[in-house]
């Protein structure tokens, strides 16, 4: 990996279709990255993940041609460290609520003068020529801090402003349950609603690309239609168990209808 296909697509105009690993599986990552998705994230925060497995996942799916993504579990320098070392060319970071603290992610993600990163990329490192990655990894590395509080929407404008982000991802239950509302991802409510415009409108004046976690197609599309440069589609757990569930149900009925 020495292209980030999730830059290409943006600076191209258009909207990326991601994909979201939380089972610790080199295999089950393989499978994901021949589907069609544009970039894979790896859950670090609410997966079943850890660094090895990360590690194992970015190995699976590196034959193929996605963008390997990280969720890091939160914003301190140490993981952000080593989920880049380990070749992530997508950071997704949660609970970003103002502008210091999305100043102090960009910090963490670049190597100096940019940022404080300590260089040490023992993975990423391996697929440049020596000495190369430090020098383009601060354009190639997509740094996206998640916004997912009232806090976070209150100060949106100020944190679009901190130069070294390339856009936000919204995180929809957090968001909801920010503003009283119940866990869901694919919200209609027209607050929440009006929030997303928001958030697209101000990414778009400053040229930046925001990202949505959505439940599946019609919400992805949805949003794309909106505005959103990044769509998550469930995950890979939910997606095997809606299928299952689905094939399960058609079965049972084509069952009663012989009897």
Known sequence: MSVNNVKQIWNSGGAVVNAWLSIPSGFAAEVIAQCGFDSVTVDLQHGVQDYRSMVECFQAM???????????????????????????YGLICPMVNTPREAGNLVS???????????????????????????????????????????????????????????GVYIGPTDLGF????????????????????????????RKLNPGIHCSGA???????????????????????????????KQTRKMINRKE
């Open 178 to 205: 920010s503003y009283g509302l119940g866990p869901k991802v694919d919200y209609t409510e027209p607050e929440i609603l009006r929030i997303y415009e928001k958030v697209v409108k101000e990414c778009n004046r």
């Open 218 to 248: 019609e919400g992805a599309a949805r949003a794309i239609n909106m505005g959103f440069k990044l769509v998550t589609i469930s995950d890979e757990a939910g997606l095997m168990s809606t299928y299952a569930k689905l094939q399960v």
């Open 62 to 88: 590196g034959a193929h041609p996605v963008t390997p993504m990280v969720r890091v579990p939160w914003n301190e320098p140490g993981i952000i460290g080593r989920v880049l070392d380990a070749g992530a």
């Open 108 to 166: 963490y993600a670049k190597y100096p003068p940019a940022g404080a990163r300590s260089n040490g990329p023992i993975r990423a490192g391996m697929y440049h020529a020596a000495g190369t990655y430090q020098k383009k990894a601060n354009d190639d590395v997509a740094v996206l801090p998640m916004i997912e509080t009232k806090t976070a929407v209150e100060n949106i404008e100020q944190i679009l402003d901190v130069a070294g982000i390339d």
